[in-house]
């Protein structure tokens, strides 16, 4: 995570205050935490009422699949894929191609928003980390501009979420094809606010019965997305709908400029191959 703030002051609370909200989505939705509240409420198998945290999160999961038409689904499986722990902790090269599946669908997932209850049916699993990250940012940057009166940028690995005023000239962001760190010679691009979200595939791979794969998954298929994109960024006016229209991209494949041109989301697409686009009124 990075935290900017533009006053530096107040740069000490603002990093305490992302900390904290990333530590609470943490322990709502992760899945390398047992004791994270939805593992308990997925164990159960039955309705559960959930914390404030985890219904922000589900909400934002559930309407980010409706919107994208179901690509970004958040009852995907990457564990089945062998991302089952922290990706530093995995194997060179899982042993054999795993049989994958389309993941079940978001539809079955039973939510009342309105009383906070929650049931993940027998066979399902909720992976909300394609949304939590971005909600994570939102949320901070969010939490600092209000709290401290400054305006605040966070970025939580790729996805950059700002707030309040913006410095003279406004926020000036990297972008780059590794998804997370922007290298020397890569673009930067000046942003007023809103949200910028980076997917890509360079970045979390494994190799599984000798085949490469990474962490955005198909749910039609439940396999690694198409190799098209390498990487894709977007802005929006939220971090939360930038991620999902960056990963929905990676997901979509050829058709990704088309359908961002169409949802004018600002974007740049980076193809396997080194060949960049921009549409939508990204800058060139």
């Known amino acids: 995570m990075d935290v900017a703030v533009t006053d530096a002051a107040a740069l000490p609370d603002a990093e305490r205050t992302a900390r904290s909200v990333l530590a609470a989505v943490d ?25 404030a ?9 559930l309407r980010i699949a409706e919107v994208t038409g179901g690509l970004v ?11 089952d722990r922290d990706i530093a902790a995995l194997p060179a090269d899982l042993p054999h191609r795993p049989v994958v599946r389309p993941a079940p669908g978001w539809g079955r997932v039973e939510w009342w928003p309105a009383r906070r209850m929650l049931r993940v049916p027998p066979g399902v699993r909720l992976d909300l980390g394609a949304t ?12 600092i501009a209000a709290r401290y009166a400054v305006g605040a940028l966070v970025s939580v690995a790729g996805d950059v979420a700002m707030a309040g005023p913006a410095p003279d000239g406004g926020w000036r962001v990297g972008v780059g094809d590794d998804h997370e760190r922007p290298a020397p010679g890569d673009p930067v691009v000046t ?6 979200a980076t997917s890509g595939t360079a970045r979390r791979t494994w190799r599984r019965g000798g085949a490469v794969v990474h962490h ?7 396999w690694s997305a198409g190799p098209v994109w390498r990487t894709v960024s977007v802005a929006a006016g939220r971090c939360v709908d930038a991620n999902a229209a960056s990963t929905a991209a990676v997901v979509r494949g050829a058709d990704a400029p088309d359908w961002l041109t169409g949802a004018r989301l600002p974007a740049r697409l980076v193809a396997v191959d080194g060949t960049v686009r921009t549409v939508a009124g990204w800058p060139s």
Do not use: H, M, N
């Open 132 to 143: 939590a990250k971005a909600w994570a940012a939102d949320r901070a940057a969010d939490t």
């Open 53 to 61: 945290v985890l219904a922000a999160l589900v909400d934002a999961a």
């Open 73 to 83: 689904d958040p009852t995907v499986s990457v564990a089945a894929l062998g991302y």
């Open 191 to 196: 942003v007023g606010g809103g949200g910028l």
């Open 27 to 51: 322990r709502a939705c992760s899945r390398f935490r047992p004791d994270s509240e939805l593992a308990r409420v997925e164990r159960s198998g039955a309705r559960q009422p959930v914390g």
């Open 216 to 222: 955005i998954v198909d749910p039609r298929t439940g």
